[in-house]
């Protein structure tokens, strides 16, 4: 059973940064594509970025491009979201999620294609 653990969430004031990070365990890391995804109270979730099993490819929705950097690191099975110029409207319970994807060199935001998830982390960011 894939384990995703997140962390790194909390309140911040607008403009500042927070660096989320989501330990794996229980799977091969290296062949899994990786995501980040939000979601507010009576929103639906919101794909935020993802990245390739070998972190040679990344994805970003509008929203964030500029502001946010998704990173992986393979030797300690660990992928942060890095958040840089936050917003209020960046609130939300943010979720890691993993898809088993050896190879290719392309991934997605479509929750559909994720079949594991974390528990997710608060980002509060008001001031």
């Known amino acids: 059973q894939v384990q995703l653990v997140e962390s790194g969430g909390g309140l911040v004031q607008p403009g500042g940064s927070l660096r989320l990070s989501c330990a794996a365990s229980?799977?091969?890391?290296?062949?899994?594509?990786f995501a980040w995804f939000r979601q507010v109270p009576g929103k639906e979730r919101e794909g935020i970025s993802c990245i390739t099993d070998s972190g040679a490819f990344t994805l970003y929705t509008d929203s964030v491009k500029g502001r946010f950097t998704i990173s992986r690191d393979n030797a300690k099975n660990l992928v942060y979201l890095q958040m840089t110029g936050l917003k209020p409207e960046d609130t939300g319970v943010y979720y890691c999620?993993?898809?088993?994807?050896?190879?290719?060199?392309?991934?997605?935001?479509?929750?559909?294609?994720?079949?594991?998830w974390g528990q997710g982390t608060q980002v509060t960011v008001s001031s």
């Open positions: 999620a993993a898809d088993w994807a050896y190879g290719v060199g392309w991934c997605t935001v479509n929750d559909l294609k994720f079949a594991d």
């Open positions: 229980e799977l091969t890391f290296e062949y899994y594509a």
